[in-house]
């Protein structure tokens, strides 16, 4: 039961240009949503968060939509860098657990030049 | 802050031995949480301190697996008479109290042959 997806395993996008990276979820009792980004060998890394109450967070180059009617997120990188090249994961937050995330199986960006 | 930080980065065992992993968390964090994945696949919960606390243990973490963390500091991750199945990655997260987001080390590379 995947209650966090990402279907669309890899991503290519040219340098300068948008980068959208999407993740629908099933869960209606997720209340808070991240994104981490990873490179190989190394853990998870932290990016940008968003509550269930709101719709947009932006942080840089870094933006998360939230549409919880759709349960659908997004994640936009602009302008790409080839430093952002790396495997992104969504991430779900439960409001009746123990606060543990719930991860998609992440989506593979590629940025080039 | 230095981050979160585990030992040893990499581990090759031999089925049937008993490994132990170990986390040191972001100080300030009083929440700890271990994470295993694999090939493909995002992390994957496997258990929550709050404190010293064990609060919420994944189904996945079968009878071969403890985890401790004595005075609510660092923790350490037991596998006993590991399985070839053991093989993933495992991650440890901290965050700190009132604070959805969680930080990660850079992981304990498993290798069970």
């Known amino acids: 039961d995947q209650q966090v997806k990402q279907n669309s395993p890899s991503l290519s996008v040219q340098e300068g240009r948008i980068s959208i990276l999407n993740c629908d979820y099933t869960?209606?009792?997720?209340?808070?949503f991240l994104w981490y980004k990873k490179y190989p060998a190394e853990g998870p890394t932290f990016l940008i968060s968003i509550s269930s109450i709101k719709d947009k967070n932006e942080d840089g180059r870094f933006t998360v939509f939230l549409n919880k009617s759709a349960k659908h997120l997004s994640l936009h990188i602009v302008p790409s860098q080839p430093g952002d090249s790396a495997v992104y994961f969504c991430a779900a937050h439960d409001t009746g657990t123990a606060s543990k995330l719930t991860f998609g199986t992440g989506t593979r960006l590629q940025v080039t030049l | 802050d230095t981050g979160v930080s585990q030992n040893p980065r990499h581990k090759i065992t031999k089925r049937g031995q008993n490994v132990t992993f170990r986390c040191d968390p972001i100080s300030e964090h009083n929440r700890l949480y271990w994470y295993r994945q694999t090939l493909g696949q995002g992390p994957e919960f496997l258990t929550y301190f709050q404190n010293e606390a064990q609060l919420e243990k994944s189904r996945l973490l079968s009878d071969r697996f403890s985890a401790e963390r004595p005075k609510g500091s660092f923790s350490t991750l037991e596998i006993q008479r590991t399985e070839q199945g053991d093989s993933a990655m495992y991650l440890c997260?901290?965050?700190?109290?009132?604070?959805?987001?969680?930080?990660f080390g850079p992981g304990t590379r498993l290798t069970v042959t």
């Open positions: 997260a901290s965050r700190h109290r009132g604070s959805y987001e969680q930080y």
């Open positions: 869960n209606s009792m997720f209340d808070y």
